[in-house]
């Protein structure tokens, strides 16, 4: 196995297409410990922290774009992003350790396509865009387009993404992001949950979007969520409230989980209901405190 | 926090210990931290079948590899007979071990040793073990223990005939052993019980989890000489144990100890160690070989499984009368679990007059359990305590209270045969009882529980020497590998003898050539048979420093006494000759100031702790949170106090992972899917509060000091006083361990 | 294969060494350095006892590839001392008794660091976060945060920092 560190894009795209057995890779905190694990060693790894698109993080023209290969402590540390973005925030400060993230990116995150990755779901229910280079030039893609499946990727041989294009918070709207895990630390969700909420001038509920992670083979949202949640004035659960039924039903009837080491397919069900209540009543009072 | 204080100098304080320098600047040489210039890494092919016969082994493409300098497989080593040795945690069979350590004919886990091979870089060996090809014939599989103990169950050992029953087997089975304990008259205890409780626990596999992976370097000589360098908790026992593997002669092998990251009785047996030897024979080159962490959780032993099913039975005041308990627990691929110690502590803390105890050791297709930390208490206690407090419930009485009713004392006949010596069980429950955590208030979904547990402590054969320099400082020699912070008590116990300071003393653990025969660290044994041995030592060389004192001063020995570190005349006659000024003036006095000991000491001294839990469990998830907890324990007495909370702190957060989350998970075909620290889930920091320690002092008289062990009855109580705690908060209880979320919100949504 | 020529500052020092591509950090300090303060628990990034600063930042050496290294600055456990005095956090760690067998410990000292260059007086909360990635099976953890905790106030406290000059 070779290593190289492009410092452009154009260059990566040319190793890129030259080797057909390269794979990119930013933290290496997926890449790493699959290769421990087995799986095959690819014959290049190409780091992409050295091009500066994929490092760069600033807000314009109602939009942050953020870098794909940016740590996520230093996401987490920087003040705009989590004013703007507090469940992203959330999500990219729950991977792992403070070692894992000093080099786990979002951009990572999203590739490994793990349906249980943390801040995929923000990212979905942000509605970000993967800024994607190649052989065949720039495209984007909805972040939601990215995942096809458990470990598979849209993205062609000689593709990555450089960047996230996110549309800036309009007042009244923010998120949330909560997953479950047995430790405190140190666990691959058994089930998460990301929820943005836009609210009006009187605090009501006018769009809504929940995400789920960990409870299907990609990431889901719950579509049915925005029409449950809207017009309401959505307050701390409480079992009085026959909506917080419906939003459970509607969660319920997304998730397709599996019995595996770190859940049961029944738990899921029951804890993803749990943790989209949790994170919808967050980001609704965040929402409100925007106001 | 310390309950009683003691007059001493040294002992009972906390000095910084003397290897802390070079661990907390990185300087400290663990296992792989040893390298030669030139040597060969060795690596292990492992086998992916849990149950399959070895049909061939086809070596030529893998020796054929560039770099590749030897290979080995079951067949090149010599197939052993049947003989049992002891270690410092039980029995040991040489040829299980033999079997164990390289597959002969039949492979029984997924991870066992097929063949090992050394090559000139670790990659070099890889490629070629891949190489390897190997022919199964797969057989059925045994993968829990109620298969496993089925009469039709596919046997693991065609030559197993279980030990222990009324009338000898006529076929063999998985079940290698049965234990029976029994006294009294059961009918009669259950005739006068005017409360019955019963109930069947289990608990799953878990690991030792130390830190350190298993790494050793060997070199082996032209003259078929070798020296090893290994982490272990006994170098002598690595040496006697390989070499017998080998079939080589212990006195032609050095076994240097180098820090060891952890064992909790994982390390007191050998895996890579025969492998590196001989590879290294074969190619005439140093090997080194370290596990990798999936290796150690794959192939080193775990403690067992278990399913027991106690039933106890109580007078409205509260005294036992009656107890049954039967317990199977997994031995792994041969036989050897801990059921001898758990039968005999399950219900050692309390006198109870009618008594039937059946124990069987189940071999299945998992890998061959090891010693961990109290060997087979902790399951048992998890059981037996959590029927105690059930009873207490069911009685009106206080749980602490109904211990108190019934606790062991001295001069009580243990369930298993003796009597009890000196023993702390009684302070441990006043003190946890009167402690203010026990009475402290709690909150909505919050939980208090509380459980005890026994341990029996280990003397050992032991050798130690202290040495005097002629600057006079002093050197402790021992042959005990230090896991915790024994060379600072024994270098106190020494300093408290010699009267300097204790850091003018130097204590070293020596190699196998260094120092007579020591075995291993486990059964927390070092502060007490390591301490009797030195202080003895001491104390010898104080007769002789005297002696010499009184030669110089031309006076009688017995106007002589050791005062202060210094000989001084009891009439005044001469003025104080120093320890530094005997040490430099020795030549003229007979020779070098040293003294060697050697001990095989009885008496150890039974530990006993009694342990306090508060718990919040959400009822949304199922997630405990342990808020609080609180750890008693005697000690006898704590030489070094950080070192003995450190023992009482580690056990109880090791059993709390046992209690909640740890667990080997394996898929259908018995492959374990969580061989690794992100899903076999360890407590991490964040998992846990503070953990108070109340060291009770009870001295045992058979120790000049009144040490007893506190390495392992820490690990005890945690899992009953969990279980307990969660109880109390959600009104359920857990008999089945882990008390993992997806386990408590199953029990939570059964009503 | 030819191997690859890296140039970084060690612990200050600006050093090279030879590597194959596929190594970790962790694998360049240890086999090619000499290295071998910094220990490997699980070569997976699980158990922290490869802890390193790159940068500034806090990694796990065992999930940083050798050559990533080129031209940044790279803190071990070998450099946390002075040449005639610890690191407050070695001199807590010493008297705390924070550590049984010690493998665990560099690690550990690397990662409570990080966290104090960060946040100079944490709580007992953050120190717990803080060292979460850190595994020690030894010491229940609690003899390690206490001393984190008694190196914070030691840090900020001029009095205690002459003291121990
Ligand atoms: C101990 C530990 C704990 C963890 N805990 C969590 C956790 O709690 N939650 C969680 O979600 N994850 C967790 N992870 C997984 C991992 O850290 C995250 O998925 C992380 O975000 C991956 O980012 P990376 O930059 O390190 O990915 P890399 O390993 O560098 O890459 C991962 C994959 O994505 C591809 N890739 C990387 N960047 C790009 C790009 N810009 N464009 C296209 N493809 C790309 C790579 O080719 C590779 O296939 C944990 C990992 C470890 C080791
Ligand atoms: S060795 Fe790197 S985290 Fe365990
Ligand atoms: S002191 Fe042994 S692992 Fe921490």
């Keep these: 196995m070779k290593y190289r560190a492009p410092t452009s894009i154009d260059e990566a795209v040319e190793l890129l297409s030259a080797h057909p057995g390269a794979e990119v890779f930013a933290g290496a905190t997926d890449l790493i410990p699959q290769i421990q694990g087995g799986r095959p060693e690819p014959s290049l790894v190409v780091d992409l922290k050295r091009i ?35 469940g992203l925030v959330e999500g990219a400060g729950l991977i792992g350790s403070d070692q894992i993230q000093g080099r786990a990116t979002l951009g990572g995150n999203l590739c490994n396509a793990s349906p249980a990755a943390d801040s995929v779901p923000p990212l979905v229910a942000l509605g970000a865009e993967a800024i994607i280079v190649g052989r065949g030039g720039e495209r984007s893609a909805q972040v939601s387009e990215v995942v096809i499946g458990p470990s598979a990727t849209s993205l062609d041989q000689s593709e990555f993404i450089t960047e996230f294009r996110i549309p800036a918070p309009s007042r009244g709207s923010s998120d949330a992001y909560e997953r479950f895990i047995p430790r405190t630390e140190m666990d691959i969700a058994v089930v998460g949950a990301a929820a943005r909420i836009r609210v009006d001038g009187d605090g009501r509920c006018e769009e809504a979007a929940v995400v789920l992670a960990a409870v299907a083979p990609t990431v889901v949202e719950v579509s049915a969520a925005s029409g449950i949640l809207e017009g309401r004035v959505i307050p701390h659960y409480s079992g009085r409230d026959a909506f917080w039924d419906e939003l459970g039903e509607a969660v319920v009837a997304c998730c397709n989980p599996i019995d595996d080491k770190r859940g049961t397919a029944e738990y899921r069900r029951k804890v993803a209901q749990v943790l989209a209540r949790r994170t919808v009543v967050t980001a609704a009072r965040r929402a409100r405190e925007t106001l | 926090m310390t309950t009683t204080r003691t007059g001493y100098k040294w002992v009972g304080t906390r000095p910084v210990r003397h290897d802390g320098l070079d661990k907390v600047t990185g300087r400290a040489r663990f296992g792989a931290d040893y390298a030669t210039a030139g040597m060969l890494h060795g690596v292990v092919l492992r086998s992916p079948h849990v149950h399959a016969r070895i049909l061939s082994i086809d070596l030529t493409e893998a020796a054929a590899m560039p770099g590749v300098k030897a290979i080995i497989t079951g067949a090149d080593l010599p197939d052993i007979p049947d003989e049992t040795g002891t270690g410092s945690e039980g029995g040991i069979n040489f040829r299980d071990l033999s079997r164990n350590i390289l597959a002969r004919d039949k492979v029984l886990y997924e991870g066992h040793p097929v063949a090992a091979v050394a090559a000139v870089t670790l990659r070099a060996a890889q490629r070629a073990a891949e190489a390897i090809e190997v022919d199964y014939e797969i057989l059925p599989a045994v993968l829990s223990l109620e298969e496993a103990m089925e009469d039709d169950a596919p046997v693991l050992h065609d030559d197993l005939f279980t030990l222990g029953l009324d009338s000898p087997p006529d076929r063999p089975s998985n079940i290698s052993r049965r234990r029976v304990i029994a006294r009294g008259d059961l009918d009669a205890g259950w005739e006068e019980a005017d409360v019955v409780v019963e109930r069947e626990y289990t608990t799953k596999a878990v690991h030792q989890g130390y830190i350190e992976p298993h790494a050793v370097v060997a070199e082996t000589g032209e003259d078929g000489r070798s020296t090893l360098w290994c982490s272990s908790q006994g170098h002598f026992a690595m040496r006697t144990y390989t070499t017998k593997v080998l079939g ?54 775990p403690t067992s499984g278990s399913v027991m099913r106690i039933k106890m039975g109580a007078r409205r005041d509260g005294k036992l009368v009656a107890a049954t308990a039967w317990m199977a627990y997994e031995a792994g691929a041969f036989p050897g679990s801990p059921i001898g110690p758990g039968v005999m502590t399950v219900l050692a803390c309390y006198d109870i007059p009618n008594v039937l105890i059946e124990g069987y050791d189940v071999v299945l297709n998992k890998p061959k359990v090891a010693a961990y930390r109290a060997p087979g208490a902790p399951m048992a206690a998890f059981a037996a305590e959590s029927v105690v407090d059930e009873l207490a419930e069911e009685l009106g009485i206080d749980p602490i209270e109904l211990r108190l009713r019934n606790a062991v004392t001295e001069g009580v006949r243990a369930v298993y045969g003796p009597k009890y010596r000196k023993i702390g069980f009684v302070e441990t429950l006043e003190e946890a009882r009167d402690h203010p955590h026990y009475s402290a208030p709690l909150g909505p979904w919050q939980g208090r529980g509380v459980a005890s547990g026994y341990w029996f402590n280990f003397g050992g054969e032991t050798t130690a020497t202290v040495s005097i320099n002629e600057d006079g400082t002093a050197v402790v020699m021992s042959g005990c590998p230090d896991i915790g912070g024994t060379r600072a008590a024994l270098a106190q116990m020494a300093a408290e003898e010699l009267g300097i300071d204790v850091h003018r003393i130097e204590p070293v653990v020596a190699d196998t050539h260094s120092i007579g025969y020591n075995d291993m660290t486990g059964g927390s044994r070092v502060a007490f048979a390591v301490g009797i041995a030195v202080v003895d030592a001491s104390r010898q060389l104080i007769d002789d420093m005297c002696a010499r004192a009184a030669l110089i001063w031309d006076v009688p020995r017995e106007e002589v006494e050791w005062v202060d570190g210094r000989a001084q005349s009891v009439t005044g006659a001469a003025a104080p000759l120093t320890l530094e000024e005997l040490a430099s003036g020795s030549g003229a006095t007979g020779g070098p100031l ?158 | 294969m030819s191997r690859t020529h890296v140039t970084c500052v060690l612990n200050g020092d600006e050093i090279d060494f030879l590597c194959n591509d596929y190594q970790t950090l962790l694998s360049a300090l240890r086999d090619e350095l000499g290295m071998i303060g910094t220990k490997e628990g699980c070569g997976t990034g699980d158990c922290g006892a490869c802890s390193v600063i790159l940068d500034g930042q806090l990694v796990c050496s065992c999930l940083v590839f050798a050559p990533e290294v080129e031209g940044r600055r790279v803190e071990t456990i070998e450099g946390l001392a002075e040449v005639d005095h610890l690191h407050p956090l070695q001199d807590s760690f010493l008297e705390g008794a924070a550590f049984q067998c010690g493998v665990c410990t560099p690690g550990f000292l690397m990662a409570a660091k990080a966290l104090l260059d960060r946040n100079p007086s944490p709580t007992e909360t953050e120190v717990r976060y803080g060292v979460a990635g850190n595994l020690c099976r030894c010491t229940g953890y609690d003899k390690i945060v206490r001393s984190i905790l008694d190196a914070a106030a030691r840090m900020s406290d001029p009095e205690r920092q002459k003291e121990a000059t």
């Design chain 2, 248 to 301: 080589w002669e212990p006195g032609d092998m050095k076994v240097i100890p180098a820090e060891i990251g952890g064992g909790f009785g994982g390390k007191t047996t050998i895996y890579l160690e025969p492998l590196a030897a001989l590879l290294s024979r074969r190619a005439g080159r140093a090997v080194k070989m370290v596990m990798t962490r999936s290796e150690v959780f794959r192939a080193t032993g």
């Design chain 1, 52 to 86: 500066p698109e994929t490092v760069r993080l600033e807000a314009e023209n109602g939009f942050w774009r953020v870098g794909a290969a940016i740590p996520a402590a230093v996401l987490t540390a920087h003040e705009g992003l989590t004013a703007a973005f507090p």
């Design chain 2, 594 to 751: 040293s003294a060697t000991v050697t001990v095989n000491p009885r008496g150890a001294g039974a530990g006993f702790s009694t342990q306090i839990c508060d718990v919040e469990v959400d009822p949304d998830t199922g997630l405990v949170t342990v808020l609080r907890y609180t750890v008693v324990q005697d000690a006898g007495r704590a030489i070094h106090p950080d070192y003995v909370e450190g023992q009482m702190q580690g056990g109880a957060v090791q059993g709390i992972g046992w209690a909640l989350n740890e667990e080997y998970i394996f898929d259908r075909n018995g492959v374990m899917e969580n061989p690794g620290f992100l899903d076999y889930r360890m407590p991490v920091a964040s998992d846990l509060p503070m953990i108070d320690t109340v060291i009770v002092e009870v001295p045992n008289p058979d120790h000049p000091y009144g040490v007893r062990g506190v390495g392992e009855t820490g690990i005890i109580p945690p899992m009953a006083a969990v279980a307990n705690a969660v109880y109390a908060a959600t009104g359920k209880r857990m008999q089945d361990l882990p008390m993992s979320p997806v386990r408590v919100l199953e029990a939570l949504s059964g009503d």
